[in-house]
């Protein structure tokens, strides 16, 4: 069965660090595109962050410079390394797995269930 | 940055057809893909590539994609089909989201 479970989020202050953990099972993270996708409370999804097969990667102009995707192949696991938080980053983060048709089709199946991250002093 | 455009909301009665649309910039020329998000749960995929439906998804699920405009309808809406509704494109390397629809069955 192909599964994602997401973990590592908590209360942090503002400025402060955390990582995201993406754990996949049932396909491999580095033969598929990845992304994480937020939703802050009562509102919609938000993009945030990409990796293709390739490895290269891809940010929401909102965290570019403060987020970092990566991933894990001996884990098959997908990060997101997110530093100097801020309140507006308060919301649930979604890992997916993406795929891609031609060079204008890029959809996400399936998404995990979230972790809540909160920043807040 | 591309944007795409959705209503806040749509109301149907059950059993009768609901259109969501979708606009962007010549979103014809790429394609969309939509999410249904029920309460309190994550999203879910229901159509890709414009028109095809992932497996599981119920046929009376379909899209179309042409101009500006993408549409998710649903014919013969249940009482189960309400859910928020996002629209999604991919372009030059971003992913983006339309700000969703409240789909209300009365």
């Known amino acids: 069965e192909v599964q994602l479970v997401e973990s590592g989020g908590g209360l942090v202050q503002p400025g402060g660090s955390l990582r995201l953990s993406c754990a996949a099972s049932?396909?491999?993270?580095?033969?598929?595109?990845m992304t994480w996708v937020r939703q802050a409370p009562g509102k919609g999804l938000e993009w945030v962050s990409i990796i293709d097969k390739g490895g290269s990667t891809y940010y929401a102009e909102s965290v570019k410079g403060r987020f970092s995707i990566s991933r894990d192949n001996s884990k098959n696991t997908l990060f997101l390394q997110m530093n100097d938080l801020r309140g507006d980053d308060t919301a649930v983060y979604h890992c997916?797995?993406?795929?891609?048709?031609?060079?204008?089709?890029?959809?996400?199946?399936?998404w995990g269930q979230g972790t809540l991250v909160t920043v807040s002093s | 940055s591309y944007e795409l455009t959705q209503p806040p909301s749509v109301s149907v009665s059950p059993g009768q057809s609901a259109s969501i649309t979708c606009s962007g910039d010549?979103?014809?020329?790429?394609?969309a893909c939509w999410y249904q998000q029920k309460s309190g749960q994550s999203p879910v995929l229901v159509i890709y590539q414009d028109t095809k439906r992932p497996s599981g998804i119920p046929e009376r699920f379909s899209g179309s994609n042409s101009g500006n405009t993408a549409t998710l309808t649903i014919s013969g809406t249940q009482a189960m089909d309400e859910a928020d509704y996002y629209c999604q494109a991919w372009d030059s390397n971003n992913v983006v989201f339309g700000g969703g629809t409240k789909l209300t069955v009365l």
């Open positions: 997916a797995r993406g795929s891609r048709a031609g060079n204008t089709g890029l959809w996400f199946d399936p």
């Open positions: 010549k979103l014809g020329n790429k394609y």
């Open positions: 049932g396909f491999s993270v580095n033969s598929n595109y």
